[in-house]
């Protein structure tokens, strides 16, 4: 796993889609909230300010641009 300008990419599994070790070092780059996946939209929102992080091809967009979209 690199982390390169806030994108990390990992090989998603099938069964859960965020491992637990990675999700436990993601973290909102706005307000440094912990992130709570949504499998419905399979995005990733804060828990602190709902900032939305859209997984794309299994790797989150962890960038501020993105959690400031509406
Ligand atoms: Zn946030």
Not at 28 to 50: F, N
């Amino acid at each position: 796993m690199r982390h390169q300008n806030g994108v990390f990419e990992y090989n998603m599994p099938k069964k859960d889609p965020i491992p637990k070790d990675l999700f436990d070092i993601l973290a909102c780059p706005i307000c440094r909230s912990d992130l709570r996946y949504r499998k419905d939209k399979k995005d990733l929102v804060c828990i602190k300010e709902g900032h939305k992080y859209p997984i794309k091809q299994g790797i989150p967009i962890l960038l501020p641009e993105e959690g400031k979209k509406k």
